[in-house]
């Protein structure tokens, strides 16, 4: 079946610092590719996506492009803030989503 | 703001008693979506319902229902808790842009 693998986590860096979260999938067919962030004590936010081959999502500075070659969808980002801090999921899929197991991001000032 | 709704969002009960879990979705969306999410198993897929009618199902145990009612929201019903049975639960919707919409969850404490 479909699966997604994260790097393990915790993740701990410092303000300004780049971030990348490695992805990784498997999965039949050409699925959609998301990741989502979780705040503490909140639900799951959508933060980008990509539908399709080479497609980049970006939001709020992250950045993530769908690389069927590798079957990667890493999640970049230039410059943390602490603000960032938080549990990172991705997850792939068409309407019900598999997800990875997060990856916990803490980020000092 | 996500537009899912969920309530309540703490729940505390004991052993073998029967809960249940209210959702309303985003308007417009007829999908709903439950997840479970646990230190150990982090996020396993329950069931979807699309427009009232069981649409897939995943890892949910025997001793869970759900439903999804004429106006579009949803409940999900747990019996007979267990321990371990303890996690956050998860509703989410989609709309035809793809992608799920999470509501704040329930925080189920099985005592």
């Known amino acids: 079946g479909d699966s997604v693998t994260q790097m393990e986590g915790p993740v701990t860096l410092s303000e300004e610092a780049c971030l990348t979260i490695n992805c990784t999938y498997t999965a039949t067919g050409y699925p959609s590719l998301f990741w989502y962030v979780q705040y503490p004590g909140e639900g799951l936010q959508l933060l980008l996506k990509a539908t399709k081959a080479d497609d980049k999502g970006s939001n709020k500075g992250f950045e993530a492009t769908y690389r069927k070659e590798t079957t990667s969808f890493h999640l970049e980002k230039g410059s943390v803030q602490v603000s960032d801090s938080a549990v990172y999921f991705c997850?792939?899929?068409?309407?019900?989503?598999?997800f990875g197991q997060g990856t916990r991001l803490t980020i000092n000032p | 703001d996500s537009g899912v709704t969920q309530t309540p969002k703490h729940l505390i009960t004991a052993t073998g008693q029967r809960v249940t879990l209210r959702c309303s979705p985003r308007?417009?969306?007829?999908?709903v979506y439950w997840y479970q999410q646990s230190l150990d198993q982090g996020l396993q897929f329950l069931i979807q319902y699309y427009n009232g009618e069981e649409r897939a199902k995943g890892n949910i145990l025997e001793r869970f229902s759900a439903q999804q009612f004429p106006d579009l929201h949803s409940e999900l019903n747990l019996s007979s808790l267990e321990l371990g049975d303890s996690a956050l639960y998860f509703c989410?919707?989609?709309?035809?842009?793809?992608?799920?919409?999470f509501g704040s969850g329930t925080q189920l404490s099985v005592l």
């Open positions: 997850a792939l899929g068409a309407q019900k989503l598999v």
């Open positions: 989410a919707s989609s709309g035809p842009g793809g992608g799920l919409f």
């Open positions: 308007s417009g969306d007829l999908s």
